[in-house]
């Protein structure tokens, strides 16, 4: 069935409909939510939240692309409201992108992941955050600025003090490493 009907459907309160919305979508958004939530609890929590949001908001939802990256951007933000509201742990499942020149490609490669998650934690919030967004999601400054209600030039600075940590971050993994 396509998002156009279901979402039609949803708008007029149809509570069939919003279950196959919900079925077709959940999946997707638990697994971005995967990339920035420590548990499980928190993950079903900021579900269950996301998707209240999306009906009592879907009659503002604009056919002018797909429903997933609107669906997404609204669990960004509720996952942001939780960091800042309850202090949610906050974890970090990649590496930093590839276009990212502040680290040699063989120091890349030999970050294990368990290494980087605890890096990115030590990163203070929001430039942790904005990192994520950044770098897992790809999004510009203009989509993070949105979501985290800050400037674009502020969106900018929390990342370069992120990498900046990151650097610093590295250095010393790299000196301890060494000494061994």
Request: proline share 3%.
């Amino acid at each position: 069935m396509e998002d156009k009907r279901i979402i039609e459907e949803c708008k007029k309160g149809n509570s069939k409909f919003q279950k196959i919305l919900l079925e077709k979508y959940s999946d997707y958004l638990a697994s971005a939510a995967r990339n920035y939530m420590a548990d499980k609890a928190s993950i079903m929590d900021v579900l269950q939240d996301t998707w209240i949001i999306i009906f009592n908001n879907i009659d503002k939802y604009e056919e002018k692309g797909f429903f997933y990256p609107w669906a997404k951007k609204i669990m960004l933000r509720e996952i942001i409201r939780m960091s800042n509201k309850e202090k949610a742990k906050v974890m970090f499942l990649n590496t930093m992108s590839r276009k990212d020149k502040m680290q040699a490609p063989d120091i890349e490669r030999t970050l294990e992941l368990q290494e980087a998650l605890k890096l990115v934690e030590k990163i203070p919030s929001p430039a942790r955050e904005i990192f994520k967004l950044f770098v897992i999601d790809g999004l510009p400054h203009k989509e993070i600025a949105d979501i985290m209600n800050i400037k674009e030039s502020t969106s900018r600075v929390h990342l370069t003090n992120a990498r900046k940590k990151m650097s610093d971050l590295l250095a010393i993994r790299d000196q301890r490493k060494v000494k061994l």
